[in-house]
């Protein structure tokens, strides 16, 4: 990686001097290193002269601060660059670190959006001079998709007590929201409502919806509205989230709750399989919505973790070429649950007593395109039977549950010489702990442990997801991911929705401060999926309550806190069938030239603005942003960031 640069700074009335020490490069990166109200927005360069950096002199920014309001509609700020000495205007190059916010033009003009809150830093570089001003923008937004007339808008701004029984459902209080999902339905229970309020707030944004019932219990904002909210709430701003409605004339509420906002936009696709079909497999691409992928007993399924390769029950696929078959294996089993390397080009085999499973022993590494025998020092010709192994994301280690046992072990792994080594039992379980996964850090393994040693969702067995500390071997809980809070469930129908946590996979990048782990879960869904409409939650293969969950876990954990938040339904997959196993990969890498939106879709590791797009890029000169490659932590422009599997990621905030 290139030099970074390293700034101080000197505040004074309206002028910030920008100095930096022991400085070679001739190109300023006029980042804040936050990456905008998404964390994935463009950083701007400024090339100054040969020799020369932006610490020489100071320029006035004026005014150095501007709040302005809007709601719905652009407005403006003029911004002016003046001479320290003179006073005078300069011509300056004009640049923002938040762009979601808005744009500013060559004259300093800045112009918001107007639906989008938040906070932008403007920089101002005139030769070798630079200066920065900060523009605070407030959005207030008013909403009436339910065409509720003046007179009960009115009442509910009022609020009431009428209805004991209104509570909410779903989402859950203290969750974290991603950006880049679908809005979620919120869920409520009561008398069945005539109109809605809707009222969330944080520092930037003051949104006010009014709607109808369509259907009873449960009110949507439209995507354009809740992405609009998101971008406006920063990682230590609590969105507070308020519901009132209206019932025969009487109006309850409001009811609360309080969500956080992860920074980042999530990404990648689920692969998951329902039993629906004689055993399909589907393709959500997360915020759009589940398609089919392969049907005739494609399950028993696992994905390379940039997204290129599938190995299913009888050979594998290319997920670059709409899930083609590479190796056609029919009725072999051969490739069921194998541990596919991130980049997709071999899998390790697994070992398995599983009913009507194979076994296959000895354990192999195989070519995912061929099949053929790949030598693995290490693992061949020993007695090592890892079950469900999986790769660490950037392959470095593998872990597996050793020989369907009572314990969990992780190995090295060497991609060069293909050597396993180093083999470590990090946990032995009173339960059957399944289905591991190592997080970006390598630091941290997630699994279910289970009360059967076939370690599935069959009927009757019961699990929780939980966290192994390698360093430690200390199990941390997870109570608030798997519904629990002060020893007791919080899910709204208790007992009936515990220990249903099954099969965690996990998004191989940090996104927004977090890890986000997506899972097997047999609990309620608000009052879509509720002990009387499914009340056989146990049922193989057609329960319905059988669905996809994520929950955001905490990048830094904090000593004696559970690192995990309450569970989301992960939205766009099919409500009908019992759904499971749902494995998460990135987007297969694009080559430079090519369009992106993050760095993490490129091959070479860097998406940076070019014209009116974004593109991947070589490596360039300077630091990196967020989500782009990096060896080190100081490789990455925030002088907090982490560098997670190569990646720069922001910590998880306090």
Known sequence: ??????????????????????????IFDTSNGDGGPDGDQPDSEVILPPGNDASSV???VTPPSATLQASGSPVTQQFQALDPQTNNPLVANWSMDNVGLGSIDATGLFTALGTVGGIAHIDAVAGTSKGSAIVNVNVTLTDNPGNVNAGNQALLKGGGAADPGFKWLYPYDATVMPRGLKSPVMQFDGIAPDGLMIHMKATNIDYTGFYGASTPGQLQVADVMWKQVLASVTASDPLTVQMTKLSGGKVTGPITRTWSVAQGTMRGNVFYNTYSNGGEMFKLKVGGTAQSLLTNCKVCHSASANGNVLASTDGTYDLTKNAAPLINAPGSRAYSFA??????????????????????????????????????????????????????????????NDGNSQTLSVMDFDVKTKKFSNKVTVLTSQKWPGWPQLTPDNKYVLFHDDSSQEMGTRSGQLANVRMLEIATKKVVALDALNGISGGKPYMPYGSNEIDMNYEPTILPIAVGGYYWVVFTS?????????????????AYGTARRKKLWLAALDVTPQPNKDPSHPALYLPGQDLQPGNMRGFWSLDPCKPNGTACNEADECCGGFCRQSGNMKVCVPPPTGCSNEFEACTTAGDCCSGTALCINGHCATPTPN
């Not at 970074?4 to 001739?26: E, F, H, M, N, R």
């Not at 009913?355 to 010709?381: C, F, H, Y």
């Open 339 to 400: 541990a596919v390397y991130p980049d997709g080009t071999f899998l390790l085999t697994t070992y398995t007593t599983s009913p009507g499973s194979a076994g296959i022993s000895p354990v192999e590494l195989r070519d995912s395109k061929t099949g053929n025998k790949i030598s693995a020092p290490g693992m061949d010709g020993t007695a090592i039977q890892p079950a469900m192994p999986a790769f660490s994301p950037d392959g470095t280690k593998i872990v597996f």
């Open 58 to 60: 100071a320029l006035i």
């Open 522 to 538: 047999r609990r309620c869904y608000g009052n879509t999926l509720t002990p009387s409409l499914d009340p056989d939650a146990f």
């Open 1 to 26: 990686m290139s030099m970074k640069l390293s700034p101080w700074l000197c505040l004074g009335v309206g002028v910030i001097v920008l100095g930096c020490s022991t400085q070679p490069s001739a």
